[in-house]
């Protein structure tokens, strides 16, 4: 038995020169226990609401502290906290994710484009997004859908003008120090048009660094929108954790749930896409692990 | 005369920076759903005389280029227009709240740079993994609460449950003037994400700056590594956060709208709040054009302190100077 171990281990850190910086990645102890954290938040929003209470169903049990009928309390008109959580987080994680994605594709497309060919995109670009280091992106969000209105798609598209360009900068970097690698050389040695080269070998190497910045962008974005949400900025048929925590301040006296519950949601969400995305970047570059 | 030009092309820059700021608050306003008068004034009902008036002001009968004209000259005049709910020049409204307003956010700001520093420097000196990972799981874990849950917990812990602090307004009926104890929560809350933030970069400079061969030689000449810390890292560690300090005015800025809606903290951000309650969109771009202002001249001020602090910038401008 004790051979078998010790047998098996030598080979693993046999192995460990050859492991992928994804399957590093996935060894980490506490990736594992923040990725099963985010698929039990997806699980609880998505598949929750089939088992619960209706979220808009109104009782006399207004206020109610959380027992065993009503696990998270009621709020002010005897709907079920838990419910309406469930249903809220369908928004905010349906947020995050759809500005993510769009961040990522808008980055990889003009990022990918600045850092390979340079010239008026590359400059472009790095004017873009001085502007948005310099004015944060909630403040240009918040203004721009208090004067166009609050609904989801103009949420979505806010939140990804002003949180694409520092995605696009990580990929431009990427692309600049791939370019120069011997591989893209050869390839090029080789007669591959450019668009090809830049498609099949410069951007399959900077994917790491991409997926990393789009986890961070999805946390931030569920982060922002919580807080326009709770500035009654958010989409008006579905209050989302944001939402939620806005009408909560007026019974922070008497119903500590109300403010508890939905905060904590936002928190786990939120910390998990950043933890996700921290130990991604240690597996990435294991040299730099302490520096960061 | 390098640094003349240097300083030029920074003010040439920012100059633009504000202009594309303009510019979109001016696409924005023709993107704005309903009747363009409405758009700048609010939801509320105005005269015939007040609505040829606006037209006249803003050029709004004209094409869109003579448009923007009118609303760029308007601006550039300091005439930010007229709030109608406070009857009040739209300047003189945000102005009356921009002290407010840094009242709290430096303090936070002063709060969460020696706080992020001194903190980011303790754990660059830690061997241990347990203790790393512990200080990297916080600085993570203080980013991701949200500025304005914290503000609610706290005042729930310290208003509410303990009695110790205000949780609302900016003093009490009977005083005037600064209130201490009003400033503490919303200080703390607008600090910790920033705090964190910075702590984790200071960290990792100084972990950078303990791999240098004269801290070496430092050691080898027997310092303590407190000492070290103190005499050789400390200073050279917080050069690249004299950036990390200047770019964060902004957001504990865009932080202070969240966390003085939940204190009741009648600053710039409360009456962006309440002015975009009652769409009062005048207000609300005139606010975003004050931030942008203060975050710029911060910005300008941040590269003049750098070329300051970092003897290699001195140096380069001296050397350039004697060159020509």
Same mark, same amino acid.
């Given at each position: ?10 080979? !693993? ?160 970097? !990427? ?118 | ?7 030029? &092309? ?6 633009? =920076? ?41 050029? =709004? ?35 009356? &709240? ?26 660059? &000196? ?25 503000? =609610? ?56 700056? =303990? ?114």
């Amino acid at each position: 038995m004790a051979i078998r171990t010790r047998a098996k281990s030598r080979t !693993e850190s046999g192995q460990a020169a050859l492991r992928t910086p994804v399957q590093q990645f996935l060894r980490l102890p506490s990736t594992a226990f923040f990725l099963a954290l985010i698929v039990l938040m997806a699980a609880f929003c998505f598949i929750g609401p089939l088992f619960s209470a209706s979220p808009t169903d109104t009782s006399f049990d207004v206020l109610k502290a959380p027992d065993a009928t009503n696990l998270a309390g009621t709020d002010s008109l005897g709907r079920d906290l838990l419910s309406r959580m469930m249903v809220g987080g369908q928004i905010s994680l349906f947020v995050g994710l759809a500005v993510g994605f769009i961040c990522m594709t808008l980055a990889v497309i003009i990022g990918g484009l600045a850092g390979f060919y340079g010239g008026v995109v590359d400059t472009l670009l790095t004017k873009v997004a001085e502007f948005f280091q310099v004015i944060p992106p909630i403040i240009l969000a918040l203004v721009s859908i208090a004067m166009l209105g609050a609904s989801l798609p103009i949420i979505i598209t806010i939140l990804s003008i002003t949180m694409w360009p520092q995605v696009a900068r990580i990929v431009r970097a !990427e692309c600049m120090r791939v370019r120069e690698l011997g591989f893209v050389e050869s390839s090029r040695a080789a007669g591959f048009r450019p668009l090809r080269i830049l498609w099949s070998d410069v951007l399959p190497n900077a994917f790491a660094p991409v997926l990393v910045a789009t986890t961070m962008t999805v946390g931030r974005a569920i982060l922002l929108e919580s807080g326009l949400a709770f500035l009654g900025l958010g989409d008006a048929n579905t209050p989302s954790w944001g939402a939620l925590l806005n009408g909560a301040q007026a019974y922070m006296q008497t119903a500590w749930w109300l403010t508890l519950f939905p905060g904590v949601a936002i928190f786990v969400i939120v910390l998990a896409a950043n933890m996700l995305g921290d130990r991604l970047n240690d597996s990435l570059n294991p040299a730099l692990s302490r520096v960061k | 005369m390098y640094l003349l030009t240097h300083y030029a &092309r920074l003010l040439g820059s920012s100059l633009l =920076l504000v202009f594309v700021v303009i510019l979109v608050m001016f696409m924005l306003l023709e993107l704005a759903p309903g009747d363009p008068v409405q758009a700048l004034v609010g939801s509320m009902p105005v005269t015939e005389a007040f609505r040829e008036q606006m037209t006249i002001a803003y050029g =709004l009968d004209r094409p869109l280029g003579e448009r923007f004209l009118a609303y760029l000259g308007n601006i550039l005049t300091g005439n930010l227009g007229e709030s109608f709910a406070n009857k009040q020049p739209v300047i003189d409204l945000i102005m009356g &709240r921009l002290g407010n307003t840094l009242l709290i956010t430096i303090p936070a700001l002063v709060l969460s740079s020696v706080g992020g520093i001194l903190l980011g420097a303790l754990a660059a &000196r830690t061997r241990s993994r347990v203790k790393d990972g512990t200080i990297s799981f916080l600085a993570v874990a203080g980013f991701s609460i949200p500025s304005f849950w914290l503000a =609610l917990l706290l005042i729930m812990l310290f208003s509410v449950q303990l009695g110790w602090l205000p949780s609302q307004g900016m003093n009490s009926f009977t005083s005037n003037g600064i209130s201490v104890p009003h400033l503490i929560l919303p200080v703390v809350s607008l600090a910790l994400a920033e705090l964190a933030f910075k702590a984790r970069i200071m960290r990792s400079s100084m972990i950078e700056v =303990l791999g240098q061969d004269y801290i070496d030689t430092a050691r080898s000449k027997g310092l303590g590594s407190m000492e070290i810390l103190r005499r050789h890292g400390l200073l050279n560690a917080m050069l690249p956060m004299v950036s990390v300090i200047g770019y964060s005015l902004g957001y504990t800025l865009a932080g202070s709208v969240l966390v003085e809606k939940v204190f009741g903290w009648p600053g710039m951000g409360l009456l962006l709040y309440d002015s975009i309650q009652r769409s009062e969109n005048l207000v609300v771009m005139g606010i975003l054009l004050i931030m942008t202002i203060v975050i710029v001249i911060v910005n300008i001020l941040t590269d003049v302190v750098y070329g300051l602090v970092d003897p290699r910038i001195r140096a380069r401008f001296t050397i350039q100077r004697g060159a020509r």
